[in-house]
C-alpha cells in the first residue's frame, strides 16, 4: 500500500495484516558499477561506456523518483530494454524513449528527459 498519494490506486496496508509478517527488509537498488557489469553480462554487445551510462541514467532517474520528482522508477528490466534497443537499433534516443520514457506519465517524461539528455548527451526533444 502507499500512504504518500502518488499512487491512489493503491490501498495502505491495514496494521493488523501487516501484523502476520515476521520482519520487514528494505532493499537497495544496485550500485552503479554492478549494475554496469550486469547489463555488459545481459545485453550481449554492449560497450562498457554505454553500460556506464545506462546505469547513471537509471541511478539519476531513481534519486528522482526517491526525491518524489517523479513516480516511476527505472527498473533492471527498463534499463536492460533500453540498452538492447540502444545495441540493435544504434540509437539512444530511440531505446530511452521506447523503454523508458513512453511508459511514463506527462509530468514523469519531462524530468526523465531532462534526465536522458544529460545522461546520454543527446537532445531528447
Not at 491495514?14 to 502476520?20: E, L, S, V
Not at 531513481?62 to 538492447?84: E, G, K
Request: aromatic share 8%.
Amino acid at each position: 500500500g502507499d500512504d504518500t498519494g502518488l499512487y491512489p490506486a493503491c490501498r495502505v496496508l491495514p496494521a493488523p495484516f501487516m501484523n502476520r509478517f515476521g520482519s520487514f527488509h528494505v532493499a537497495k537498488y544496485m550500485d552503479k558499477d554492478t549494475e554496469s557489469m550486469t547489463l555488459k553480462r545481459l545485453v550481449a554487445g554492449l560497450s562498457d561506456g554505454e553500460a556506464t551510462m545506462c546505469a547513471q541514467f537509471a541511478e539519476e532517474a531513481r534519486t528522482a523518483f526517491l526525491q518524489q520528482r517523479t513516480a516511476m522508477p527505472v527498473s533492471l528490466r527498463n534499463l536492460t530494454a533500453l540498452a538492447q534497443k540502444w545495441v540493435d537499433h544504434k540509437d539512444v534516443k530511440f531505446a530511452v524513449n521506447t523503454s523508458v520514457i513512453n511508459g511514463a506519465s506527462d509530468l514523469d517524461k519531462s524530468v526523465l528527459r531532462q534526465l536522458a539528455a544529460t545522461v546520454f548527451d543527446v537532445g531528447m526533444d
